[in-house]
């Protein structure tokens, strides 16, 4: 049986693939570009493991790719778990036309939740079915900036939390992850307010949690109660202290 990654030519996408395919797990990768997807598949296969299959795609076009998807894990016995790390993100989305920010919208709630329902089925029938899924600190209050993307990633977590009770009703863990900012290619030129939080440790604690059932965890941990404290602000200080800054 194969893991699914959507988003598995991202930095995240790639740490989990090397992950799971160190723990011997066999992988379907989908992602945007082929260049980079290939990519992906031929680092997993220059450490030494088995060559995954590859599905490019564009989510945005729909969820036709999912029955390519559906034919790579066929040929490896079925689908054992699905991780969903797709995303994207324009820092001042605010100034983005509106099929730009329905892109965003697209990619980041509406692709998962395809997925998902495409996939379900499949996932049922796996001995233990795993859903995973990956939001943001973005989503913990709206702010000057990232709306739609922000948006997207509030509206993932609440589906996340019903599926996780769809997932108890039909043996499917769901778990979803709050991620902080983390070190990764597309935030290396970005400033962050606080520190970015290692990739790999982060892959090997999503892979290790694989058999923990259905679970909400934010990483690092410590963003939970900071994200409880944000919420805690009045909303007219918080409306100046969250407001873009020119520059
Ligand atoms: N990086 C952070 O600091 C951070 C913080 C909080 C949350 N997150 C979330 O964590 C997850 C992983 O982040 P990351 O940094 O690894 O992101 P990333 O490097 O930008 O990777 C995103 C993945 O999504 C794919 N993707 C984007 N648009 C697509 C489209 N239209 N069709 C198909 N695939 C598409 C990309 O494919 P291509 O490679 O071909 O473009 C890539 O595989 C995302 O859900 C992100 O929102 C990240």
């Given at each position: 049986?194969?893991?699914?990654?959507?988003?598995?030519s991202?930095?995240l996408?790639?740490?989990?693939?090397?992950?799971?395919?160190?723990?011997?797990?066999?992988?379907?990768?989908?992602?945007?570009g082929?260049a980079?997807?290939?990519?992906?598949?031929?680092?997993l296969e220059?450490?030494?493991?088995?060559?995954?299959?590859?599905?490019?795609?564009?989510?945005?076009?729909?969820?036709?790719y999912?029955?390519?998807?559906?034919?790579?894990?066929?040929?490896?016995?079925?689908?054992?778990?699905l991780?969903?790390?797709?995303?994207?993100?324009?820092?001042?989305?605010?100034?983005?036309?509106?099929?730009?920010?329905a892109?965003?919208?697209?990619?980041n709630?509406?692709?998962?939740?395809?997925a998902?329902?495409?996939?379900?089925?499949?996932?049922?029938?796996?001995?233990?079915?795993?859903?995973?899924?990956?939001?943001s600190?973005?989503?913990?209050?709206?702010?000057?900036?990232?709306?739609?993307?922000?948006?997207?990633?509030?509206?993932?977590?609440?589906?996340?939390?019903?599926?996780?009770v769809?997932?108890?009703?039909?043996g499917?863990?769901?778990?979803?992850?709050?991620?902080?900012?983390?070190?990764?290619?597309?935030?290396?030129?970005?400033?962050?307010?606080?520190?970015?939080?290692?990739l790999?440790?982060?892959?090997?604690?999503?892979?290790?949690?694989?058999?923990?059932?259905a679970?909400?965890?934010?990483?690092?941990?410590?963003?939970?109660?900071?994200?409880?404290?944000?919420?805690?602000?009045?909303?007219?200080?918080?409306?100046?202290?969250?407001?873009?800054?020119?520059?």
């Amino acid at each position: 049986m194969a893991y699914v990654i959507i988003g598995a030519s991202g930095d995240l996408g790639r740490a989990l693939a090397a992950e799971l395919a160190a723990a011997g797990h066999r992988l379907v990768l989908v992602g945007h570009g082929k260049a980079r997807l290939d990519e992906a598949a031929d680092a997993l296969e220059q450490a030494g493991h088995p060559r995954p299959s590859t599905v490019a795609a564009d989510v945005t076009e729909g969820p036709g790719y999912l029955e390519d998807v559906r034919a790579a894990a066929r040929r490896q016995g079925g689908i054992e778990g699905l991780l969903l790390p797709i995303g994207r993100s324009i820092r001042d989305d605010l100034a983005t036309p509106a099929e730009e920010a329905a892109k965003l919208i697209a990619i980041n709630l509406r692709a998962p939740m395809e997925a998902v329902d495409g996939l379900w089925k499949d996932l049922k029938s796996a001995p233990r079915p795993v859903i995973v899924g990956f939001g943001s600190i973005t989503a913990i209050r709206g702010r000057g900036r990232n709306l739609a993307y922000g948006a997207a990633k509030r509206g993932l977590h609440s589906y996340f939390e019903s599926l996780r009770v769809l997932g108890a009703i039909d043996g499917i863990a769901c778990q979803f992850y709050v991620l902080g900012f983390l070190d990764t290619a597309r935030m290396a030129d970005q400033r962050t307010p606080l520190p970015k939080a290692d990739l790999d440790a982060l892959a090997r604690r999503v892979v290790a949690g694989l058999d923990k059932g259905a679970v909400l965890r934010w990483y690092p941990w410590w963003w939970r109660p900071l994200a409880w404290a944000i919420r805690l602000v009045p909303g007219g200080l918080y409306a100046r202290l969250a407001a873009p800054r020119s520059g």
